[in-house]
């Protein structure tokens, strides 16, 4: 069994530093490879990864906590649960870490991937680029085998041909495009609208065609304002929400 190992953090100073851990540490637990140990480190070792105080690293394991991701045992120390799943709402959060931890812990299926022409509504995204490379992908829960979302992501050629088919049933595309592309990125604009199931989506994720739906539609920037991905996911109406929260401060 190979020790359980979270992923690297880059620190959004006017984000809380304790939310931004928990979502990483979310992300990496949800995302962890089958044959890794369910023993996470200690809380020193945890703050010494991310570069934190042991306080907020305490707060963001509680936070996990709460959602029943990990439990905590004094003098045997945190695990992670084995029964855990992911939290149904979709959540419009402030980190591109936050991000890729709402979109983990499903398991993915690759569909397919290959070039497209440009029309349509990725026009207004892609004005310059005749073509795209699409990746196509099915989600389906852990723990029931049901499937629950499935995307279509159009990215730009330079960048596609970084993207393999192994790393895109592990991770989702926004971790792979940062850290295995190397795009910089700078914001990810989200779109989430109710629509009806077209024939192909009500197919793949078993429900009747016309039913409700939720369309995300998620478009990444690199930090020269080029759009380098346009992510559309087709959510479950009966198996998710979608929750906005405001911080007046």
């Known amino acids: 069994m190979t020790a359980f190992a979270p992923d690297s953090l880059v620190l959004n100073r006017k984000l809380p530093l304790w939310y931004q851990v928990s979502q990483s540490l979310r992300a990496s637990i949800l995302g962890r490879t ?50 855990a799943r992911r939290g149904a709402p979709v959540r419009l959060l402030g980190s591109v870490d936050a991000i890729v931890a709402q979109q983990s812990g499903d398991r993915t299926t690759v569909l397919g991937h290959g070039r497209t022409a440009v029309s349509g509504e990725l026009l207004a995204h892609f004005p310059d680029t005749p073509e795209v490379v699409t990746f196509r992908r099915l989600r389906h829960d852990r723990e029931s085998g049901e ?14 041909a970084s993207v393999e088919a192994a790393d895109l049933e592990r ?79």
């Open 171 to 249: 991770w989702p595309m926004t971790k792979v495009l940062r850290d295995v592309a190397g795009v910089r990125i700078s914001r990810i604009t989200d779109t989430v609208e109710a629509r009806l199931a077209d024939p192909e989506t009500a197919e793949l994720l078993q429900v009747p065609l016309l039913s409700p739906i939720l369309h995300y539609t998620g478009v990444t920037y690199d930090e020269d304002g080029r759009v380098v991905d346009v992510a559309r996911i087709r959510y479950r109406g009966d198996r998710f929400s979608f929750t906005v929260t405001v911080d007046a401060h």
């Open 34 to 83: 089958p044959d890794a140990s369910l023993r996470l480190p200690t809380e020193e070792q945890l703050a010494g990864h991310y570069g934190v105080s042991v306080l907020t690293m305490r707060q963001a394991l509680k936070e996990l906590e709460g959602e029943g991701l990990i439990s905590r045992h004094r003098r045997r120390g945190t695990f992670i649960e084995p029964g």
């Open 147 to 160: 499937p629950t979302n499935w995307a279509e992501n159009a990215v730009l050629p330079r960048f596609a």
